[in-house]
């Protein structure tokens, strides 16, 4: 099984990205899937999950009505798109994959239990760099 995030960068306050995170070696539908990021010198955060069953999508507050996630089950594919990004949002993103885990995906955007519900997921994939500067 792998997992490949892609799609960071370099991008000026209030820009866009869509992070993409491709599935392989595994039936994307049966699994939830979260975006986490770290920044230097920060614990890791749990940005965004969505779930494998109907689709539901978590958000953390920090993101709440600028990123929205979003699965492509057939093309194997979990996107990510970051909008009116501020330099706050600057950190590697990486995807990681749960089978089923309903709860653990409800998890990961709950600030207490985000390192919890990292730790339960099945796969973890390398991380794309996101720089959100001026």
């Known amino acids: 099984v792998q997992l490949q995030a892609s799609g960071g960068g370099l991008v000026q306050p209030g820009g866009s990205l869509r992070l993409s995170c491709a599935a392989s070696?595994?039936?994307?539908?049966?699994?939830?899937i979260g975006w986490f990021r770290q920044a230097p010198g920060k614990e890791r955060e749990g940005v965004s999950c969505?779930?494998?069953?109907?689709?539901?999508?978590y958000y953390a507050d920090s993101v709440k009505g600028r990123f929205t996630i979003s699965r492509d089950n057939v093309k194997k594919m979990v996107y990510l798109q970051m909008n009116s990004l501020k330099p706050e949002d600057t950190a590697v993103y990486s995807c990681?994959?749960?089978?089923?885990?309903?709860?653990?995906?409800?998890?990961?955007?709950?600030?207490?239990?985000?390192?919890?519900?990292?730790?339960?997921?099945?796969?973890w994939g390398k991380g794309t760099l996101v720089t959100v500067s001026s």
């Open positions: 070696g595994l039936i994307l539908d049966y699994y939830a």
């Open positions: 969505i779930s494998s069953s109907d689709g539901s999508a």
């Open positions: 990681a994959a749960v089978r089923s885990g309903g709860f653990t995906c409800a998890s990961v955007t709950i600030a207490s239990m985000s390192s919890s519900a990292y730790n339960a997921m099945d796969y």
